[in-house]
């Protein structure tokens, strides 16, 4: 097992059009790279688990739990298992780096 990985050597996987994720995972938490084109949508959706991210590059509009929010490059958010969420892009790329626990089995791949 290595320790160590390259971000940019992660293998992408669609998550739905206009979303992709590069993920990397251990026993108890996950790291997804979460790339964003412009003009995307994403339904609300929820899950079980606890998810937490932080935006690296770009805007978007979050939505946790019926508040909404335009987070830039340095804000986080932290959503709890099984609150409704949703994000909507605008004009320019977006990433963000969001964290997972426990990890996600459907984005091991």
């Given at each position: 097992m290595s320790y160590?990985?390259?971000s940019f050597e992660?293998?992408?996987?669609?998550?739905?059009?206009g979303i992709t994720l590069r993920t990397k995972w251990?026993?108890?938490?996950?790291?997804s790279l979460v790339d964003v084109e412009p003009n995307t949508v994403m339904d609300e959706h929820h899950?079980?688990?606890e998810q937490?991210?932080?935006?690296?590059?770009?805007?978007?509009?979050?939505?946790?739990g019926g508040e909404t929010r335009r987070l830039r490059p340095g804000d986080g958010y932290m959503i709890p298992g099984g609150v409704p969420h949703s994000l909507r892009?605008?004009?320019?790329?977006a990433l963000?780096?969001?964290?997972?626990?426990?990890?996600?089995?459907?984005y091991k791949k």
């Amino acid at each position: 097992m290595s320790y160590f990985f390259n971000s940019f050597e992660m293998e992408r996987q669609e998550m739905v059009p206009g979303i992709t994720l590069r993920t990397k995972w251990g026993d108890n938490v996950m790291l997804s790279l979460v790339d964003v084109e412009p003009n995307t949508v994403m339904d609300e959706h929820h899950h079980p688990h606890e998810q937490a991210g932080i935006m690296l590059q770009g805007e978007f509009d979050m939505t946790i739990g019926g508040e909404t929010r335009r987070l830039r490059p340095g804000d986080g958010y932290m959503i709890p298992g099984g609150v409704p969420h949703s994000l909507r892009s605008f004009e320019g790329w977006a990433l963000a780096l969001d964290i997972f626990s426990p990890p996600r089995d459907e984005y091991k791949k």
